[in-house]
């Protein structure tokens, strides 16, 4: 069975400062990886998304992660953080089928 | 991009009523929504997956009977939280998924949510 581990349940960074959010999975079979945000009251927004091809992945708002096979992971990273930034962020995995397992999140914390 | 919308945004009813919550996917079908429940600080929690005309498939510990899903057409899906208790009151998620042909790459879009308090 998959599963997904987020390192970190709080991340604190200074605004311009990199941003750097951990996940592992678990997987028997190729995954699918995905990272959301989500504002306070509000539901996810995809930021980016692993299928298959470039291992590097950019998404929005200045946002990428890098999947790892042999370190099974899928950081989210972004070179210099904004204050628009501090929210929820979820990873997530899905192989093949419709389910979509999600890590227990890590809110980001951006200080001015 | 696709949006997928709920209503009402928030809830709030008394211990013992029934509360409809809806999902719809304003500009794509969805042949499979998805509700999710979120409570605070955590993660969200899948508690059933709908496929459009057929019934809801519920996740492991998920009463059927007290949450109840209708999937009628391909852009609506409902969730029914029948005689609702305290302990119901969480945030509801859905997602829709848009069909692109291959399972694992199809993007799921995530409603607003809506809060649901029961006193």
């Known amino acids: 069975a998959q599963s997904v581990t987020q390192l970190g349940s709080h991340v604190s960074v200074s605004e311009g400062a990199l941003v750097l959010l951990r996940c592992n999975y678990s997987s028997s079979v190729p995954p699918y990886l995905f990272w959301y945000v989500q504002y306070p009251n509000q539901g996810l927004q995809l930021l980016l998304k692993y299928t298959t091809g470039a291992t590097l992945v950019k998404g929005i708002n200045g946002f990428e992660a890098e999947f790892k096979k042999s370190e099974t992971s899928f950081h989210l990273t972004k070179p210099s953080a904004h204050m628009s930034d501090a929210a929820e962020y979820f990873c997530?995995?899905?192989?093949?089928?419709?389910?979509?397992?999600f890590g227990a999140g890590t809110r980001l914390f951006v200080k001015a | 991009g696709a949006v997928v919308s709920q209503h009402p945004s928030r809830v709030i009813c008394k211990s013992g009523t029934s509360v409809k919550i809806e999902c719809r996917s304003l500009?794509?079908?969805?042949?499979?929504m998805f509700w999710y429940r979120q409570f605070p600080k955590q993660s969200l929690m899948l508690m059933a997956t709908s496929n459009e005309g057929s019934k809801a498939t519920y996740e492991q510990g998920v009463e059927k009977d007290k949450f109840l899903i209708n999937h009628a057409s391909l852009t609506l899906s409902t969730l029914t939280v029948t005689s609702a208790h305290p302990e119901d009151s969480s945030f509801y998620i859905c997602?829709?998924?848009?069909?692109?042909?291959?399972?694992?790459?199809?993007?799921?879009?995530f409603g607003p949510g809506t809060r649901l308090t029961v006193l």
């Open positions: 997530a995995v899905k192989t093949g089928g419709f389910k979509t397992i």
């Open positions: 500009d794509f079908q969805a042949t499979t």
């Open positions: 997602s829709a998924r848009e069909a692109t042909g291959t399972k694992g790459t199809d993007t799921q879009y």
